[in-house]
């Protein structure tokens, strides 16, 4: 296969981007503006393959997207490229709102002049795969694993600037279906986690903070439910969804893994403090701060779809990924190491008080 990967140098394209080129042979041609969450050291490992190749253009310029992919001829798009820390999204939304809105339909309008030229099986076999999140659906009522999952079919109802504009892209992508025969496919993801995740994300700053001897940030009273994804297993959901999902559908990718973040927090104290004893429990560093601005109370994905119409099924648990994911932070200092030099871990997100407002935590 020849595939386009949006993003392919951040958190999530990376993973996949490695997994198609390592694991399943394809040739690739990685898409990324290497804003601040790009980072070509994710794909260190198929630099020298020659199934590999980069370009470094922004999604929302026509004219590199036509020339890129007139010139590569994909078999598939796979449009991960995004702005995604909700915190950033709620002071500075325009980004996110030109990449995650401008520059998905630049892409859609691209795919939809390469994919009118082609003919017979080749325009048969073409995919675009639209990657969204679970955020777009809002917020879940119920404690730790309640009744309530996010379905393909839960409506709309996002809370920030971020799940917005996703949730504008998802509508278009299922437009540019209805309307011009694009075949689409969405997929909607719960929290990842595992290696190369840039470290303002909730478990990597725990992990580096906690290693750092620093305070472990937690929002509110640290009840907030996600659901955990250990991003591999991710990457080989959407190559699947890519290659046997259903035109015009959406599939949700979720790993059954709910957890309390003050729990997800309290587990990488207990892992680290195993693996590299302190002097005192880690736990002690936890902080509870002042929470985020429309902070959804809970996440949880219902896979049902994904696993038993495309066989595909989650390999980590939480326990199994979280210990994956703090031994390679301690082993791959060298990855990270840079990145803590330009963000050291400073709260984001935070809406400037006016008179009278209570001060909030730094």
């Known amino acids: 296969m020849r595939i386009i990967v949006t993003g392919g140098a951040g958190f999530i394209g990376s993973a996949l981007v490695r997994y198609l080129v390592l694991e399943k042979g394809d040739e690739v041609l990685t898409i990324d503006a290497l804003t601040y969450a790009g980072n070509m050291a994710s794909l260190k490992v198929v630099e020298d393959n020659p199934l590999h190749s980069f370009l470094h253009a922004d999604i929302c310029d026509r004219a590199a997207m036509d020339k890129a992919i007139t010139e590569f001829r994909p078999d598939r798009i796979m449009h991960l490229a995004a702005e995604s820390h909700v915190d950033r999204s709620i002071t500075g939304a325009a980004a996110f709102i030109q990449t995650n809105v401008i520059g998905t339909f630049t892409l859609l309008e691209v795919a939809r002049a390469y994919w009118n030229t082609l003919e017979n099986e080749p325009k048969a076999a073409f995919r675009f795969l639209h990657v969204s ?157 002042t929470d985020r601005p429309g902070h959804d109370a809970r996440y949880a994905i219902d896979a049902t779809k994904l696993e038993d119409e495309l066989g595909w099924r989650a390999q980590e648990n939480f326990d199994s990924g979280i210990e994956k994911t703090v031994h390679w932070y301690l082993d791959n200092s060298w990855w990270w190491q840079p990145l803590r030099e330009a963000y050291d871990g400073e709260r984001l997100g935070l809406i400037a008080a006016t008179a009278g407002d209570e001060a909030v935590a730094p």
């Open 133 to 289: 999140t679970d955020e777009v659906y809002g917020s879940l009522e119920g404690g730790l694993n309640g009744n309530t999952l996010f379905r393909e079919d839960t409506p709309y109802d996002p809370s920030s600037p971020y799940s917005a504009s996703k949730a504008s892209s998802d509508h278009l992508a299922k437009a540019w279906m209805r309307t011009y025969g694009l075949p689409v496919v969405v997929s909607n993801c719960s929290n990842n986690y595992g290696p190369y995740h840039f470290p303002e994300k909730l478990i990597p700053l725990t992990i580096l903070n906690a290693l750092a001897g620093k305070e472990l940030p937690v929002y509110g009273a640290g009840e907030n439910i996600r659901d955990w994804l250990y991003v591999e297993d991710h990457a080989r959901a959407l190559d699947i969804i890519a290659a046997t999902g259903r035109i015009g559908e959406t599939y949700n990718v979720g790993g059954r893994n709910e957890r309390k973040n003050i729990d997800v927090v309290r587990r990488i104290c207990h892992v680290l403090d195993r693996l590299v004893p302190g002097d005192s429990p880690r736990e002690s560093l936890i902080r509870f701060v």
